[in-house]
């Protein structure tokens, strides 16, 4: 009999007289002791319907707003399936992530209303349970969504649902700067309060995909927890967690467990063919979209809560601002269009198709690094990046503009109309560049 773990991991990551060095330390002592036996192999086939997020209050950011983190992972399939909707068909009106096949708007995956409430949330599969149906995990976002004005509406009304049948761990934040993650499962829910500084010393918190207050070796996504507490920590301590560096979190390439760092592994040019696995990093196979939500001020209006999306995995999509608006609108490259599909999510499927271009078994575990970066800067990673400067250059001009004269619905949805005309003719030059078309 082995034993995984010397102590209990939740200790370590709330002592706040503990380095963050030296909590990654303690979570690769774990790591290696899952590696040894052949239940992690069981538990890991699981670790596609996995996320990673991070909860961080106004003590943590540069500028003093809130703010949410999350890399979405699904099924392989979910990078075409998804969109991002408005929906007001309860008491706040939300704008959010979306099954495109779903008849009915039952789940929502991450998103935030009209009062500047917001939510994320990750698979904790140490506090599943078997009851209650009813409070699935996208179940309860929506209606979080569609009732809550605060973090402690949210816990009331969490009371009125336990037990949960899924566990999971739902980030929030408000307009009055409160954030905080909600550990949800079998038998009820437990807080965690990012302003509290004995639960959160510097402010934020993260979580992969078990729970502080459940059995991390039931749970899975440790290497994906080292990394991203390495970056919010790297983050805090240069000037506070914003909201570029969080996006930068969703395109990392760098592994928490290995280090393996693949910028540093870049192959000459496209040509030189280097397959590389790539399994564990932040953004993975099964990563279906991203998203960083800037939450606001206090004295600020709620509805300048901003959605900084991916619709679709990181490394192929470009990042969009998103605000809820009078007009009910969003951009058409992230919603359904004519044919009942997601212009975004069809050029997602076509670009990871071409970046994992191994097929077969278990092949999809290997991402030909040479299309994604590369010394001649051609890869798909690459221009991308170069395709979104304006995207987010226009977003902050317009944020800031907001701030400081108020809300104009007409630039907004002006600025919408733009992207989607800008993504999509850039789209279809990077297609042409590596012979590439969308997916029909």
Same mark, same amino acid.
């Given at each position: 009999?082995?034993?995984?773990?010397?102590?209990?991991?939740?200790?370590?990551?709330?002592?706040?007289?503990?380095?963050?060095?030296?909590?990654?330390?303690?979570?690769?002592?774990?790591?290696?002791?899952?590696?040894?036996?052949?239940?992690?192999?069981?538990?890991?086939?699981?670790?596609?319907?996995?996320?990673?997020?991070?909860?961080?209050?106004?003590?943590?950011?540069?500028?003093?707003?809130?703010?949410?983190?999350?890399?979405?992972?699904?099924?392989?399939?979910?990078?075409?399936?998804?969109?991002?909707?408005?929906?007001?068909?309860?008491?706040?009106?939300?704008?959010?992530?979306?099954?495109?096949?779903?008849?009915?708007?039952?789940?929502?995956?991450?998103?935030?209303?009209?009062?500047?409430?917001?939510?994320?949330?990750?698979?904790?599969?140490?506090?599943?349970?078997?009851?209650?149906?009813?409070?699935?995990?996208?179940?309860?976002?929506?209606?979080?969504?569609?009732?809550?004005?605060?973090?402690?509406?949210?816990?009331?009304?969490?009371?009125?649902?336990?037990?949960?049948?899924?566990?999971?761990?739902?980030?929030?934040?408000?307009?009055?700067?409160?954030?905080?993650?909600?550990?949800?499962?079998?038998?009820?829910?437990?807080?965690?309060?990012?302003?509290?500084?004995?639960?959160?010393?510097?402010?934020?918190?993260?979580?992969?995909?078990?729970?502080?207050?459940?059995?991390?070796?039931?749970?899975?996504?440790?290497?994906?927890?080292?990394?991203?507490?390495?970056?919010?920590?790297?983050?805090?301590?240069?000037?506070?967690?914003?909201?570029?560096?969080?996006?930068?979190?969703?395109?990392?390439?760098?592994?928490?467990?290995?280090?393996?760092?693949?910028?540093?592994?870049?192959?000459?040019?496209?040509?030189?063919?280097?397959?590389?696995?790539? #399994?564990?990093? /932040? !953004?993975?196979?099964? =990563?279906? +979209?991203?998203?960083?939500?800037?939450? @606001?001020? *206090?004295?600020? $209006?709620?509805?300048?809560?901003?959605?900084?999306?991916?619709?679709?995995?990181?490394?192929? #999509?470009?990042? /969009? !601002?998103?605000?809820? =608006?009078? +007009?009910?609108?969003?951009?058409?490259? @992230?919603? *359904?269009?004519? $044919?009942?599909?997601?212009?975004?999510?069809?050029?997602?499927?076509?670009?990871?198709?071409?970046?994992?271009?191994?097929?077969?078994?278990?092949?999809?575990?290997?991402?030909?690094?040479?299309?994604?970066?590369?010394?001649?800067?051609?890869?798909?990673?690459?221009?991308?990046?170069?395709?979104?400067?304006?995207?987010?250059?226009?977003?902050?001009?317009?944020?800031?503009?907001?701030?400081?004269?108020?809300?104009?619905?007409?630039?907004?949805?002006?600025?919408?109309?733009?992207?989607?005309?800008?993504?999509?003719?850039?789209?279809?030059?990077?297609?042409?560049?590596?012979?590439?078309?969308?997916?029909?």
């Amino acid at each position: 009999m082995i034993c995984l773990i010397s102590h209990d991991p939740r200790n370590t990551y709330n002592n706040p007289t503990m380095t963050m060095t030296k909590k990654i330390q303690t979570y690769k002592h774990l790591v290696y002791g899952w590696l040894m036996i052949p239940m992690f192999f069981a538990i890991h086939a699981t670790d596609g319907l996995s996320c990673t997020t991070v909860v961080a209050s106004g003590k943590a950011t540069v500028d003093g707003r809130p703010l949410l983190f999350k890399t979405a992972d699904g099924s392989a399939d979910s990078l075409r399936t998804n969109i991002y909707i408005y929906n007001h068909s309860g008491k706040y009106a939300y704008i959010g992530c979306a099954r495109l096949n779903f008849p009915t708007v039952n789940s929502i995956f991450y998103g935030q209303n009209e009062k500047g409430f917001a939510m994320v949330n990750n698979t904790a599969h140490d506090l599943d349970g078997t009851t209650n149906p009813n409070a699935a995990k996208g179940n309860i976002i929506r209606l979080g969504l569609e009732n809550c004005a605060t973090v402690e509406e949210f816990e009331q009304m969490l009371q009125t649902i336990k037990p949960f049948v899924y566990g999971s761990n739902y980030g929030c934040i408000d307009a009055m700067g409160n954030a905080a993650y909600f550990e949800c499962g079998k038998d009820g829910y437990k807080k965690y309060d990012a302003n509290d500084p004995k639960v959160a010393p510097n402010g934020y918190l993260v979580r992969t995909n078990w729970a502080m207050s459940g059995n991390v070796n039931k749970g899975t996504g440790v290497s994906r927890f080292m990394m991203i507490s390495k970056l919010a920590e790297q983050a805090f301590a240069s000037g506070g967690i914003s909201v570029s560096r969080a996006i930068s979190w969703g395109r990392c390439l760098q592994h928490g467990l290995t280090h393996t760092n693949l910028l540093k592994k870049m192959p000459k040019n496209e040509q030189h063919e280097t397959p590389i696995h790539f #399994t564990d990093f /932040i !953004p993975r196979y099964t =990563t279906g +979209g991203m998203v960083v939500i800037q939450g @606001v001020l *206090k004295e600020e $209006n709620p509805l300048l809560t901003t959605s900084w999306l991916a619709m679709g995995n990181p490394l192929v #999509t470009p990042v /969009i !601002p998103l605000w809820i =608006t009078t +007009g009910k609108k969003l951009p058409n490259y @992230v919603g *359904k269009d004519c $044919n009942g599909k997601c212009p975004m999510g069809e050029w997602a499927m076509t670009l990871k198709d071409y970046i994992w271009e191994y097929k077969g078994g278990e092949c999809y575990n290997y991402i030909a690094l040479n299309r994604l970066v590369n010394k001649k800067h051609t890869g798909i990673l690459q221009q991308l990046l170069r395709m979104e400067e304006p995207i987010l250059a226009k977003g902050r001009k317009l944020l800031e503009t907001s701030r400081e004269k108020g809300l104009n619905y007409d630039d907004i949805h002006e600025f919408y109309q733009w992207v989607d005309m800008y993504v999509d003719s850039h789209y279809k030059e990077l297609g042409k560049t590596h012979n590439l078309e969308k997916r029909k």
